[in-house]
C-alpha cells in the first residue's frame, strides 16, 4: 500500500550514461515533484507538475528531462550522466486541498544514484 | 532571497530529555512552515506545519512548534525524547502561491539511552 513509490530504489551507473528513475503515486493526488538530495543533506526542488503540466522548473541542466505520462506518474530521465548526479533523488506529491500553496507534500523513498 | 536556516547540525540528547531545534527563515512575508522527519533509508514525513492562527503548532509523535514573528523562528520541540526519535530534521518553507517547498539543511538527532 505505497503511497508514492520509486524504482529502482539504488542506481549505480558510469559517467555519460544515460537514466530514469521512476515515480509513482496512488493517492490522486494533481501534483507531483522530483527533489534532489546532496552528500550533505540539502534537498532543493527540481521539478513539479500539476496534471501533467510543468509547474516549477528551477535552474536544473537541461539533460534532466522530467516526464509525465498521466497524473499518476512521474519520470526523471537523465542523459549523459555526471559525478555530480550523485545524490538521492526524492519524488514527492500533493493534492491542493488549499489554493495558494502550502499543501502536504508526501515523499517517496528515495533513489540513491552513484555515477563512477 | 528566501532561505531556512538550521543552526544545529547535529544534536545528542538522552531518551526522556526535552529537546528543541532550531529554525530561522528569510521571506518577505509570512510564508507557510513545515518540519519534516526523515528516517534512515526513507522519505519524508510531515510532522507539522503552521499556516495562521494560533502560533503552536501540535503535530504528530508529540512534537509541537511555535512560530515567532518578531524571531522569524520556528523552532520544534519535544517534551520527552524517545529512542524512535533519531532521525534527520528539515524546517521548510513555503511561499503562499505555489507548494514549492524551500528546505533547511536538517539536523540530525541522536538519542541515547
Known amino acids: 500500500d505505497t503511497a508514492v513509490s520509486q524504482t529502482p530504489k539504488y542506481l549505480v551507473t558510469q559517467m555519460g550514461n544515460d537514466k530514469s528513475i521512476k515515480c509513482e503515486q496512488n493517492?490522486?493526488?494533481?501534483?507531483m515533484y522530483w527533489y534532489k538530495q546532496d552528500s550533505k543533506k540539502f534537498l532543493k526542488i527540481m521539478f513539479s507538475y500539476n496534471n501533467k503540466e510543468l509547474i516549477i522548473n528551477e535552474t536544473v541542466p537541461n539533460r534532466f528531462s522530467p516526464k509525465s505520462p498521466d497524473k499518476a506518474h512521474l519520470n526523471l530521465h537523465i542523459n549523459s550522466l555526471e559525478l555530480g548526479d550523485s545524490a538521492v533523488y526524492f519524488c514527492?506529491?500533493?493534492?491542493?486541498?488549499?489554493?495558494?500553496?502550502?499543501?502536504?507534500?508526501?515523499f517517496g523513498p528515495g533513489t540513491r544514484l552513484t555515477v563512477l | 532571497a528566501q532561505s531556512v536556516t538550521q543552526p544545529d547540525i547535529h544534536i545528542t540528547v538522552s531518551e526522556g530529555a526535552s529537546l528543541e531545534l532550531r529554525c530561522n527563515y528569510s521571506?518577505?512575508?509570512?510564508?507557510?512552515l513545515f518540519w519534516y522527519v526523515q528516517s534512515p533509508g526513507q522519505g519524508l514525513q510531515l510532522l507539522l506545519k503552521?499556516?495562521?492562527?494560533?502560533?503552536l503548532v501540535q503535530g504528530i509523535k508529540g512534537f509541537e512548534a511555535e512560530f515567532k514573528r518578531s524571531q522569524s523562528s520556528f523552532n520544534l520541540r519535544k517534551p520527552s525524547v524517545h529512542w524512535s526519535d533519531a532521525a534527520e530534521y528539515f524546517c521548510?518553507?513555503?511561499?503562499?502561491?505555489?507548494?514549492?517547498?524551500?528546505f533547511g539543511t536538517g539536523t540530525r538527532l541522536q538519542v541515547f539511552p
Open positions: 521548510a518553507v513555503g511561499p503562499r502561491n505555489t507548494d514549492k517547498l524551500i
Open positions: 521571506y518577505g512575508a509570512t510564508p507557510y
Open positions: 493517492l490522486g493526488h494533481d501534483t
Open positions: 503552521y499556516f495562521s492562527g494560533d502560533t
Open positions: 514527492a506529491s500533493s493534492q491542493e486541498e488549499l489554493a495558494g500553496g502550502g499543501n502536504e507534500q508526501f
